[in-house]
């Protein structure tokens, strides 16, 4: 397989699969789902579609690396805005001026959305920083990338804080307070999911991610009865509000992907209630063949301290490996996480996903901006993850 370009023709021996055989308990011929549904393509050959071997080669192409004329740039765009007295959330590229670093961060933003979907802003040294000048830094930055930043949660949170805490049953199984391996999945709503790394664990932790497009190049090839089944309108959420609706788009020549498992099936921590619809066979083996295919074709990313990932939350999916804190503050794994839309460049969304970007993005929400992780009560966790 060449390793410059995108996935051509994607076979299960290139990714290391074997063959995935149609499975008698779906019995998808039966049910008239052999084909792929109208209008999808038989293949999609735009950069998105990539695998991990592909990608993680000595140059690593997606890692933007800080020149010391880009920090001393940044570090005087963040004078100048702290010199206006404006509260922080107020930074933009009008008042965060990047003359030079500015139109590298703009290609950065044509990449992830039109590109291969991803890339990593390295170079910042947490510990040069406080945490309020180093989100200036990430809210600065990230303007360049994706000028619209979404709400989290009903009570207006901005601030995902990812961080270990074991000192309640339901922390320690949310994904957010987990140490735990996750499987892949999306944010419920942004364009673009965005993290800044403020500490690494001491062991474990990387970012893995995986492309939809080449996932649905080999479903295509192999297994297109299982793209009919994730395309289908019945697959129950729970959350954020309970909705039957598809897994799979194919929305004005873009591929849409946007799931989670523990809306679909539940955990030990957070079980699905009883009287919601359950998933049939046909749906659980498209769920698993997904993580396995997945998995196949991840691209692992070790995270470095200060590294500020963006990733197109409609094209790529994510997981996170699991990991082992340290006893000092810098060997305790800290992510921040935004929810990012470009006014400029982003893609139209399917109707089904659309309250959830407006909730997001444009509802008349108070914004709140914590800086550190705060108490349950502040930034409560839902019954049901995602």
Partial sequence: MDKT???????LGSVG??????????????????NLPLGYPTHLGQPLAWTGEQLNDDELHFV?????????????????FKSLELDGDLVSRANFSLPTLGPKLDGLSQDIYNG??????????????????????WLGIQAYIADQRGCQDHLGNMLVHIVADSSSKIKLG?????TSAISFHNEEAGDVVAWLTRSTAASGGKCIIASAYTIYNILAAHRP?????????????ALPHFQCRPILYYHNSRLVMNFGRTPLLGNAVHPRPEHLPKLNERQREALDTVELIAQAVQLEIKTQAGDMHFINNLAI???????????????????????????RLGWDIPDDLKQEWHNAFDADTYQTWHLEPMPGDVFPLRKYTN
């Fill in 116 to 137: 291969k979907g991803l890339c990593v802003v390295r170079g910042i040294n947490p510990d040069e920083y406080s945490v309020e000048d180093l989100t200036i830094i």
């Fill in 317 to 343: 999916l994510h997981r996170r490996e699991g990991f082992v804190d340290g006893e000092s503050a810098q060997q305790k794994r800290h992510l921040v996480r935004m929810r990012l839309r470009s006014s």
């Fill in 64 to 80: 933007y690396n800080l020149t010391e004329e880009d920090k001393i740039e940044i570090c005087s765009a963040k004078d100048h």
């Fill in 225 to 237: 009865d299982i793209i009919r089944t994730l395309a289908k309108s019945d697959w129950p959420f």
């Fill in 5 to 11: 370009g995108p996935v051509l023709i994607p076979t």
């Fill in 17 to 34: 699969l074997p063959a995935l055989e149609y499975g008698s308990r779906a019995n998808s011929t039966s049910d008239g789902l052999s």
């Fill in 174 to 178: 949310h994904h957010r307070h987990s």
